[in-house]
Protein backbone atom coordinates (compact mmCIF):
# COMPACT_ATOMS: atom_id res chain seq x y z
CA UNK A 1 0.00 0.00 0.00
CA UNK A 2 1.13 3.28 -1.20
CA UNK A 3 2.24 5.39 1.97
CA UNK A 4 -0.10 7.89 2.54
CA UNK A 5 -1.55 10.74 5.26
CA UNK A 6 -5.14 10.64 6.44
CA UNK A 7 -7.66 13.15 7.60
CA UNK A 8 -11.12 12.94 8.55
CA UNK A 9 -13.74 15.33 10.03
CA UNK A 10 -15.23 14.18 13.07
CA UNK A 11 -17.77 11.30 12.08
CA UNK A 12 -21.11 10.08 13.10
CA UNK A 13 -24.03 8.86 11.71
CA UNK A 14 -25.55 10.42 8.59
CA UNK A 15 -28.66 10.14 6.19
CA UNK A 16 -26.61 9.24 3.59
CA UNK A 17 -22.58 7.71 2.96
CA UNK A 18 -21.44 7.56 -0.20
CA UNK A 19 -17.51 7.06 -1.98
CA UNK A 20 -15.66 7.17 -5.20
CA UNK A 21 -13.48 9.20 -6.87
CA UNK A 22 -14.01 12.61 -7.73
CA UNK A 23 -11.86 14.52 -9.85
CA UNK A 24 -11.19 18.37 -11.27
CA UNK A 25 -12.89 18.60 -14.50
CA UNK A 26 -12.02 21.26 -16.56
CA UNK A 27 -14.63 22.60 -19.26
CA UNK A 28 -14.73 24.17 -22.54
CA UNK A 29 -17.55 25.76 -24.14
CA UNK A 30 -16.19 24.51 -27.75
CA UNK A 31 -13.77 21.59 -29.52
CA UNK A 32 -10.97 21.54 -26.93
CA UNK A 33 -8.57 21.39 -30.45
CA UNK A 34 -9.66 25.13 -30.84
CA UNK A 35 -7.85 26.17 -27.52
CA UNK A 36 -9.47 28.85 -25.44
CA UNK A 37 -10.42 29.17 -21.23
CA UNK A 38 -11.06 26.16 -19.60
CA UNK A 39 -13.48 26.45 -16.30
CA UNK A 40 -12.69 24.47 -13.27
CA UNK A 41 -15.07 22.40 -11.61
CA UNK A 42 -15.55 19.17 -9.45
CA UNK A 43 -16.99 16.08 -11.22
CA UNK A 44 -17.87 12.87 -9.97
CA UNK A 45 -20.66 10.83 -9.92
CA UNK A 46 -20.95 10.38 -5.71
CA UNK A 47 -20.04 13.42 -5.16
CA UNK A 48 -22.85 14.32 -7.94
CA UNK A 49 -25.28 12.87 -5.21
CA UNK A 50 -23.61 13.74 -1.96
CA UNK A 51 -23.73 17.46 -2.91
CA UNK A 52 -27.52 16.74 -4.57
CA UNK A 53 -28.66 15.22 -1.12
CA UNK A 54 -26.75 17.78 1.23
CA UNK A 55 -28.85 20.53 -0.26
CA UNK A 56 -31.93 18.87 0.05
CA UNK A 57 -31.48 19.08 3.94
CA UNK A 58 -29.70 15.67 5.02
CA UNK A 59 -26.42 14.57 6.46
CA UNK A 60 -24.44 13.60 4.17
CA UNK A 61 -20.57 12.04 4.47
CA UNK A 62 -18.57 11.17 1.08
CA UNK A 63 -15.37 8.68 1.26
CA UNK A 64 -12.30 9.05 -1.11
CA UNK A 65 -8.54 9.96 -2.04
CA UNK A 66 -7.07 12.58 -3.34
CA UNK A 67 -3.53 13.81 -4.41
CA UNK A 68 -1.32 15.87 -2.39
CA UNK A 69 -1.84 18.40 -4.54
CA UNK A 70 -3.84 21.53 -5.18
CA UNK A 71 -6.73 19.37 -7.42
CA UNK A 72 -7.01 17.51 -4.07
CA UNK A 73 -7.29 20.67 -2.11
CA UNK A 74 -9.98 22.11 -4.62
CA UNK A 75 -12.31 19.42 -4.20
CA UNK A 76 -11.95 18.65 -0.47
CA UNK A 77 -12.57 22.37 -0.11
CA UNK A 78 -15.56 22.24 -2.45
CA UNK A 79 -16.95 19.77 -1.15
CA UNK A 80 -16.87 21.13 2.62
CA UNK A 81 -18.00 24.29 1.40
CA UNK A 82 -21.55 22.46 0.49
CA UNK A 83 -21.74 21.39 3.88
CA UNK A 84 -20.50 17.35 3.58
CA UNK A 85 -18.56 15.47 6.04
CA UNK A 86 -15.24 14.01 4.64
CA UNK A 87 -13.65 10.87 5.31
CA UNK A 88 -10.47 11.28 3.01
CA UNK A 89 -7.46 10.13 2.04
CA UNK A 90 -4.27 12.43 1.10
CA UNK A 91 -1.90 10.35 -0.85
CA UNK A 92 1.40 12.01 -1.48
CA UNK A 93 2.84 9.90 -3.99
CA UNK A 94 -0.41 9.87 -6.69
CA UNK A 95 -1.89 12.36 -8.33
CA UNK A 96 -5.35 13.60 -8.42
CA UNK A 97 -7.80 12.46 -11.58
CA UNK A 98 -8.48 15.04 -13.96
CA UNK A 99 -10.75 15.52 -16.91
CA UNK A 100 -11.71 17.42 -19.79
CA UNK A 101 -15.08 18.15 -20.83
CA UNK A 102 -15.82 19.85 -24.21
CA UNK A 103 -18.97 21.43 -25.82
CA UNK A 104 -18.22 19.48 -29.52
CA UNK A 105 -21.76 20.74 -30.45
CA UNK A 106 -24.98 22.09 -28.75
CA UNK A 107 -25.93 18.26 -28.43
CA UNK A 108 -22.62 16.41 -28.03
CA UNK A 109 -19.96 16.55 -24.97
CA UNK A 110 -16.95 14.51 -25.08
CA UNK A 111 -15.36 13.56 -22.06
CA UNK A 112 -11.27 12.78 -22.07
CA UNK A 113 -10.16 11.29 -18.91
CA UNK A 114 -6.13 11.77 -17.06
CA UNK A 115 -7.14 9.19 -14.01
CA UNK A 116 -5.07 5.85 -14.85
CA UNK A 117 -3.17 5.31 -11.38
CA UNK A 118 -4.71 8.08 -9.66
CA UNK A 119 -4.60 8.91 -5.80
CA UNK A 120 -8.72 8.35 -6.10
CA UNK A 121 -8.00 4.78 -7.93
CA UNK A 122 -6.40 3.32 -4.75
CA UNK A 123 -9.35 3.56 -2.67
CA UNK A 124 -9.54 0.39 0.11
CA UNK A 125 -11.52 -1.01 2.36
CA UNK A 126 -9.62 0.83 5.87
CA UNK A 127 -10.51 4.14 4.00
CA UNK A 128 -14.63 3.39 4.30
CA UNK A 129 -14.48 1.63 7.60
CA UNK A 130 -14.81 4.53 9.81
CA UNK A 131 -17.30 5.76 8.16
CA UNK A 132 -19.45 2.74 7.96
CA UNK A 133 -18.69 2.14 11.80
CA UNK A 134 -20.59 5.27 12.03
CA UNK A 135 -23.35 4.35 10.05
CA UNK A 136 -25.96 5.50 7.44
CA UNK A 137 -29.74 5.27 6.76
CA UNK A 138 -28.61 4.39 2.75
CA UNK A 139 -25.03 3.73 1.33
CA UNK A 140 -25.10 4.73 -1.99
CA UNK A 141 -22.59 2.90 -4.65
CA UNK A 142 -22.03 3.36 -8.43
CA UNK A 143 -20.18 0.98 -10.93
CA UNK A 144 -18.06 3.68 -11.43
CA UNK A 145 -15.85 3.35 -8.17
CA UNK A 146 -15.95 -0.61 -8.98
CA UNK A 147 -14.30 -0.40 -12.34
CA UNK A 148 -11.27 1.79 -11.31
CA UNK A 149 -8.97 -0.94 -9.65
CA UNK A 150 -9.11 -4.22 -8.31
CA UNK A 151 -8.98 -3.04 -4.80
CA UNK A 152 -11.62 -0.19 -5.45
CA UNK A 153 -14.09 -3.28 -6.70
CA UNK A 154 -13.39 -5.37 -3.25
CA UNK A 155 -14.13 -1.96 -1.95
CA UNK A 156 -17.41 -2.20 -3.33
CA UNK A 157 -17.94 -5.24 -2.57
CA UNK A 158 -17.03 -5.17 0.80
CA UNK A 159 -19.33 -2.00 1.63
CA UNK A 160 -21.80 -3.74 -0.03
CA UNK A 161 -22.15 -6.64 1.82
CA UNK A 162 -21.35 -4.98 4.86
CA UNK A 163 -23.75 -2.17 4.87
CA UNK A 164 -27.14 -4.79 3.97
CA UNK A 165 -25.64 -7.59 7.20
CA UNK A 166 -26.16 -4.00 9.08
CA UNK A 167 -29.33 -3.32 7.94
CA UNK A 168 -28.48 -0.37 5.74
CA UNK A 169 -30.34 0.78 2.83
CA UNK A 170 -28.07 0.46 -0.64
CA UNK A 171 -28.36 1.86 -3.71
CA UNK A 172 -26.09 0.74 -6.27
CA UNK A 173 -26.28 3.08 -9.86
CA UNK A 174 -24.82 1.20 -12.78
CA UNK A 175 -23.25 4.27 -14.08
CA UNK A 176 -21.63 2.38 -16.82
CA UNK A 177 -18.49 3.98 -18.05
CA UNK A 178 -17.36 2.44 -21.67
CA UNK A 179 -13.87 4.31 -21.26
CA UNK A 180 -13.72 2.23 -18.28
CA UNK A 181 -14.29 -1.43 -18.85
CA UNK A 182 -16.37 -3.42 -21.47
CA UNK A 183 -20.51 -4.42 -20.86
CA UNK A 184 -19.17 -8.27 -19.91
CA UNK A 185 -16.83 -7.00 -17.37
CA UNK A 186 -19.44 -4.43 -15.58
CA UNK A 187 -21.97 -7.44 -15.56
CA UNK A 188 -19.79 -9.85 -13.87
CA UNK A 189 -19.20 -7.25 -11.17
CA UNK A 190 -22.52 -5.71 -11.09
CA UNK A 191 -25.20 -8.09 -11.43
CA UNK A 192 -23.37 -10.51 -8.22
CA UNK A 193 -23.16 -7.10 -6.55
CA UNK A 194 -27.19 -6.38 -6.74
CA UNK A 195 -27.96 -9.14 -4.10
CA UNK A 196 -26.83 -6.38 -1.56
CA UNK A 197 -29.17 -3.46 -2.72
CA UNK A 198 -32.41 -2.68 -1.75
CA UNK A 199 -32.40 -0.17 -4.43
CA UNK A 200 -30.75 -0.36 -7.95
CA UNK A 201 -30.72 2.32 -10.30
CA UNK A 202 -29.82 2.07 -14.47
CA UNK A 203 -30.79 3.55 -17.23
CA UNK A 204 -33.38 1.63 -19.60
CA UNK A 205 -29.80 0.57 -21.89
CA UNK A 206 -28.17 -0.26 -18.78
CA UNK A 207 -30.48 -2.78 -16.77
CA UNK A 208 -29.28 -5.67 -18.35
CA UNK A 209 -26.07 -5.25 -16.91
CA UNK A 210 -27.38 -5.75 -13.34
CA UNK A 211 -29.52 -9.16 -14.53
CA UNK A 212 -28.96 -12.42 -15.52
CA UNK A 213 -25.94 -14.39 -15.42
CA UNK A 214 -22.94 -12.82 -15.23
CA UNK A 215 -20.45 -12.61 -18.06
CA UNK A 216 -23.57 -13.68 -20.44
CA UNK A 217 -25.78 -10.68 -22.61
CA UNK A 218 -29.87 -11.08 -22.41
CA UNK A 219 -30.64 -12.06 -25.96
CA UNK A 220 -32.25 -8.73 -27.61
CA UNK A 221 -35.38 -8.21 -27.25
CA UNK A 222 -38.21 -8.11 -29.38
CA UNK A 223 -40.19 -6.05 -26.83
CA UNK A 224 -38.12 -3.86 -24.99
CA UNK A 225 -41.12 -2.88 -22.73
CA UNK A 226 -42.12 -6.51 -21.93
CA UNK A 227 -37.86 -7.24 -21.76
CA UNK A 228 -37.49 -4.21 -19.29
CA UNK A 229 -40.11 -5.66 -17.10
CA UNK A 230 -38.71 -9.21 -17.39
CA UNK A 231 -35.11 -7.95 -16.39
CA UNK A 232 -36.99 -6.09 -13.23
CA UNK A 233 -39.11 -8.73 -12.18
CA UNK A 234 -35.55 -11.04 -12.22
CA UNK A 235 -33.94 -8.59 -9.83
CA UNK A 236 -37.10 -8.42 -7.94
CA UNK A 237 -37.14 -12.29 -7.22
CA UNK A 238 -33.48 -11.69 -5.94
CA UNK A 239 -34.00 -9.51 -3.70
CA UNK A 240 -34.20 -6.41 -4.48
CA UNK A 241 -36.78 -3.92 -3.39
CA UNK A 242 -37.16 -0.90 -5.97
CA UNK A 243 -35.64 -1.26 -9.72
CA UNK A 244 -35.17 2.41 -10.86
CA UNK A 245 -35.14 3.30 -14.28
CA UNK A 246 -33.46 6.57 -15.47
CA UNK A 247 -34.94 7.64 -19.26
CA UNK A 248 -33.90 10.95 -19.72
CA UNK A 249 -36.02 13.11 -21.54
CA UNK A 250 -38.83 10.52 -21.41
CA UNK A 251 -38.92 10.65 -17.39
CA UNK A 252 -38.10 7.74 -15.59
CA UNK A 253 -40.35 4.58 -13.71
CA UNK A 254 -40.22 2.25 -10.93
CA UNK A 255 -40.70 -1.31 -10.30
CA UNK A 256 -41.42 -2.89 -7.11
CA UNK A 257 -43.66 -5.99 -5.81
CA UNK A 258 -46.75 -3.59 -5.90
CA UNK A 259 -46.61 -3.06 -10.00
CA UNK A 260 -44.90 0.10 -12.27
CA UNK A 261 -45.18 3.19 -11.41
CA UNK A 262 -44.27 6.03 -14.36
CA UNK A 263 -43.43 9.62 -14.06
CA UNK A 264 -42.74 12.44 -16.98
CA UNK A 265 -39.96 14.27 -17.18
CA UNK A 266 -40.23 18.10 -15.88
CA UNK A 267 -40.03 20.44 -19.16
CA UNK A 268 -37.36 22.75 -19.22
CA UNK A 269 -35.13 23.96 -21.81
CA UNK A 270 -32.00 22.01 -21.66
CA UNK A 271 -28.68 23.69 -21.56
CA UNK A 272 -26.37 21.04 -20.30
CA UNK A 273 -26.72 16.84 -19.32
CA UNK A 274 -23.80 16.11 -17.61
CA UNK A 275 -24.78 14.95 -14.05
CA UNK A 276 -28.75 14.89 -14.76
CA UNK A 277 -28.30 11.12 -14.21
CA UNK A 278 -26.73 12.01 -10.64
CA UNK A 279 -29.34 14.66 -9.86
CA UNK A 280 -32.23 12.41 -10.32
CA UNK A 281 -30.83 9.85 -8.14
CA UNK A 282 -30.31 12.92 -5.26
CA UNK A 283 -33.76 13.76 -5.44
CA UNK A 284 -35.27 10.03 -5.09
CA UNK A 285 -32.53 9.16 -2.35
CA UNK A 286 -33.49 12.16 -0.56
CA UNK A 287 -37.63 12.02 -0.94
CA UNK A 288 -36.98 8.13 0.19
CA UNK A 289 -35.48 9.62 3.40
CA UNK A 290 -38.30 12.07 3.99
CA UNK A 291 -40.52 9.03 3.76
CA UNK A 292 -42.19 10.01 0.33
CA UNK A 293 -43.60 7.11 -1.63
CA UNK A 294 -42.50 5.95 -4.73
CA UNK A 295 -44.76 8.63 -6.77
CA UNK A 296 -43.19 11.29 -4.52
CA UNK A 297 -39.52 10.02 -5.40
CA UNK A 298 -40.08 9.44 -8.47
CA UNK A 299 -41.69 13.33 -8.73
CA UNK A 300 -38.59 14.71 -6.72
CA UNK A 301 -36.17 13.01 -8.62
CA UNK A 302 -37.20 14.53 -11.92
CA UNK A 303 -37.52 17.87 -10.22
CA UNK A 304 -33.71 17.64 -9.65
CA UNK A 305 -32.92 16.40 -13.30
CA UNK A 306 -35.03 19.05 -14.73
CA UNK A 307 -32.56 21.74 -12.19
CA UNK A 308 -29.29 20.00 -13.97
CA UNK A 309 -30.16 19.67 -17.61
CA UNK A 310 -31.35 23.29 -17.42
CA UNK A 311 -28.38 24.32 -15.51
CA UNK A 312 -24.48 24.98 -16.71
CA UNK A 313 -21.67 22.10 -14.23
CA UNK A 314 -22.25 19.22 -13.06
CA UNK A 315 -23.96 19.88 -10.08
CA UNK A 316 -23.52 23.41 -9.56
CA UNK A 317 -27.44 24.17 -10.33
CA UNK A 318 -29.02 21.78 -8.15
CA UNK A 319 -31.95 22.83 -5.99
CA UNK A 320 -32.28 23.42 -2.26
CA UNK A 321 -35.31 22.16 -0.15
CA UNK A 322 -37.31 25.82 -1.16
CA UNK A 323 -35.95 25.71 -4.52
CA UNK A 324 -37.85 22.73 -5.82
CA UNK A 325 -41.32 24.05 -6.09
CA UNK A 326 -39.64 27.14 -8.63
CA UNK A 327 -39.95 23.97 -11.43
CA UNK A 328 -43.31 22.87 -12.37
CA UNK A 329 -45.06 25.58 -11.25
CA UNK A 330 -43.86 28.86 -12.17
CA UNK A 331 -44.40 29.92 -15.74
CA UNK A 332 -41.19 29.62 -18.13
CA UNK A 333 -39.23 32.61 -18.74
CA UNK A 334 -40.30 34.53 -15.43
CA UNK A 335 -38.45 36.15 -13.19
CA UNK A 336 -39.44 35.95 -9.19
CA UNK A 337 -39.72 39.35 -7.50
Request: charge should be negative.
Amino acid sequence: MTPAVGRASALQAVDLLTFGESMVSLRSAGPLSAGGSLGMHVAGAESNVAVGVARLGHRVTWAGVVGADPHGEYILRQLRSEGIGLQHRVDPARNTGIMFLEQRTADVSRAFYYRAGSAGSTLHREDLDPALTAGARILHLTGITAALSPEARKTVEYAAERAAAEGMEVSLDVNYRSKLWSRDQARAVLSPLARHASIVIASDDELGLLAGAPGAAPAPPADTDAAEAALAAGLLERGVREVVVKRGAAGAGVHTADGRREAPAVPVTSIDTVGAGDAFTAGYLSALLDGEDVAGRLRRGTLAGAFAVSTAGDWEGLPRAEELALLGTTPSGTTQR
